[in-house]
Every structure is written in C-alpha cells, then in structure tokens.
C-alpha cells in the first residue's frame, strides 16, 4: 500500500538490475544491500579444464572479431557452454563487465578458474585494443601447455604405476607379514642377539602397526601445511629457486619458464605493446618466480637506456646462446620474431629432457622398490641362516 515499508529480498545480477525492478513497480528503495550469507557455508571450487576454457576463449574471440559487442558475446556463451562452471562464472562476469568493470578485471574475480598467463595476456589485450588476438593467443598458449602436460602425465604414467605398486608391497609386507613371525624372533632372540636388519625391520613393523593412522594424519597435515606454504610470496620464492637448482629436473622447469617467457614477450611485442610494458606482463607469465623477478630488474635498467639483452644476461637465468640470439636480434630489429622461434626451440628441447628423465626414472624407481622388497626379504631370513650356521 502507498506510504508503506517495504522490505524483502530480490534476486537480481546487479545493483542497477535490482534499481530497475523496483522502479518497475514503483517502489523508491531507501537502501539496497546484499542478502546475509549463513555464518557457516561449505563452498567447494569447481575447476574447468582447460579443454573447455581454450575453447570459450576461442569463441570470445571469435564473436568478437565478427563485430558481436562484449556484453552480448558473453550472453550467448553463457547460454551455449554446456559446462555449468563455466556457465556460472562467464554470467559473472557479464554482469561485472555490465557494471563498468573491464574484462581482465572481471576474470580475475575466478582466479581459480583463469590464471595469471590468461589475465595478463587479457589484460594487455585491453589496453592495447587487440582483444580478440589476445584472446586467441591465450587459448593456443593454454592447449600448448596443456599438450606438455598430457606428454608429462603419459612418460609418467608407469613410473606412477611402479611407486604406488612397490609401496602397497611393501607395506604389506611390513604391517601384515612381518608380524606373524614376531614369535619365531622371540624365541631367536632368548637365544642370542638378532641381526640389526632384523631389529629394525621388526621395529618399524611395529611402529606402522601401532601408529599407522596416526602418523598418516601427521603426514596430511604436513602436506598441507606444505602446500599453504608454498602459495605464500616467500616459499614461492625459495620454492622456484630450489626447483630450478634440482639436478635433471631443474633445467627442465627453467627451460619451461624462459620459454613461456619468449613467448608472451614475442607476442605482446608484435602487437605493438610498449617494451616495459611487454617485460612487465611476461615476468607476471613467466611462472617462475625468481625469473620473474630478474626480468623486473631488467626492465628497471631498460628504463635507464640498456638494452634487453644486457641486464637479462646478469641473472644467470637464461643459458648464453639464447641471450645471444636476443641480442643479435635486438641489433637488427625483429625481437618478436626471434623470440618466437627461440620458445619453439626449447620447447622441442624440453620434450627431450622430458623423455631422459623419464627414462632415468623408471630404473631407478625399480632400484629403490627392489631394495626396500630386498631388505623385507634379508631381514626375515638372516635370522634363521645365523641359527642354521650356528647349528652346523
């Protein structure tokens, strides 16, 4: 009724959707504010593979290429994605890109969702008016990587297979068959001193048996203590800059990071995005962060009159001949050329260390399988070979 208060609540996807449904039925709201969420509310983050976000952003970018405006791209997205996550969270940032937010700003909200490479590149797409390349680079830079992955998780499929077979083995024979001849090692040892293995064996048999969910439990936090360590600044810093210091796969991880490097610096460059500019969204990109950090400290030289290849090659972090391809094509002019052709080069050269490492792997998982069996197996039998000598 007219001179009434009104209160209540309306679903709506924003603050200027809600003032228009009410004016619609004329009602002046004093305030509007969002509903109260419950005290306690279990939220689990659904991912999206990046399958599907490769393709959503090839779309993007093909909607917007044939002149179809953001807002209304991102609607027929939202209508057309047959995943619900990312049905979910492209109706999200329709409506914060509707409120005035730009688009990198809108992403960044479902960091879980797009990663700092496709901010980055989002972002610079933005500012320098090419969107729609951006955004289908940034799909080809995600099915690349994902292709890495897929080749990673195949060479490592039967190692995998191997560390989790020989562990059950081993832990069974441990906490399940060792026990059983507890009482033949009784009597063993009212005769004389067990052998040290033996000692050990039926010690660590004992501790898994009696404390075996408990030191699980120990495990897991750990594990996640670990794993909340490693998001913070600091332990990604002393997390990246031990990973790269790793024999075998320590070059393997630097050559990944130079690489992705190379290329957003090469694409970002041929699009016409100033140098400092290009060097501080490739070093946010790079996916390591002491690498990262070293390309910053460049680009503060840069700013100073040097030339890329100069302060790059102070950091130790990128292997000499690439820092003389940079700066050969620095000389003659076409940097983004080159560093496009120097990302293909290292990715075929990490495909390779990928497959020696896997092949130095497999031997020695089934050395260190063998040897626990081994050492299961000896302490079980030396007993009874010092009884059986002592016998004779």
């Not at 075996?212 to 203590?225: K, M, S």
């Not at 990973?243 to 630097?254: D, E, H, M, S």
Request: charge should be neutral; glycine fraction near 8%.
């Amino acid at each position: 009724m007219a001179g009434q208060d009104v209160k209540g609540l309306i679903t709506a996807d924003s603050r200027n959707d809600v003032m228009t449904m009410l004016a619609g039925k004329s009602l002046y709201p004093l305030s509007v504010a969002p509903a109260r969420q419950p005290l306690l509310k279990l939220q689990f983050r659904r991912g999206v593979s990046t399958e599907v976000l490769g393709a959503t952003l090839t779309q993007l970018s093909d909607l917007l290429q044939n002149g179809v405006p953001l807002l209304h791209a991102l609607d027929l997205l939202a209508q057309q994605t047959p995943q619900e996550t990312m049905r979910e969270v492209l109706s999200d940032i329709r409506t914060r890109v509707a409120d005035g937010r730009q688009l990198h700003e809108a992403m960044a909200m479902h960091r879980h969702i797009f990663g700092d490479l496709t901010l980055s590149i989002v972002r610079a797409g933005t500012e320098g008016a090419f969107l729609e390349s951006a955004l289908q680079q940034t799909a080809e830079f995600l099915e690349r990587q994902e292709e890495l992955r897929a080749k990673v998780r195949g060479a490592m499929a039967y190692p995998a297979f191997l560390a989790i077979a020989g562990s059950t083995v081993t832990l069974i024979l441990i906490v399940f068959f060792v026990p059983k001849f507890a009482d033949l090692f009784a009597e063993l040892e009212r005769a004389g001193t067990l052998p040290m293995p033996t000692i050990l064996l039926l010690w660590l048999s004992d501790t898994l048996g009696r404390y075996g969910l408990l030191l699980l439990l120990a495990l897991g936090g750990i594990l996640y203590g670990f794993k909340r360590w490693c998001s913070s600044v600091r332990g990604r810093e002393l997390l990246d800059r031990f990973r790269t210091q790793v024999p075998v796969f320590g070059p393997i991880a630097l050559n990944g990071a130079v690489s992705r490097f190379c290329r957003i610096l090469g694409t970002l460059l041929r699009n016409g995005v100033p140098m400092l500019k290009a060097l501080e969204i490739s070093s946010d990109s790079a996916g390591n962060v002491v690498l990262g950090q070293a390309i910053r400290n460049s680009a503060e030289n840069i700013s100073a009159g040097e030339a890329l290849s100069t302060p790059l090659a102070r950091c130790g972090l990128i292997p000499p001949g690439i820092m003389a391809m940079i700066s050969i094509a620095e000389e003659a002019n076409n940097l983004e050329t080159v560093l496009a052709s120097v990302a293909d080069g290292i990715d075929k050269k990490v495909a390779r260390q990928l497959d020696t490492m896997v092949r130095l792997i497999e031997p020695a998982l089934l050395m260190v399988m063998g040897s626990a069996v081994l050492f299961v197996i000896v302490a079980l039998l030396l007993p009874v070979f010092e009884m059986s000598t002592s016998m004779s």
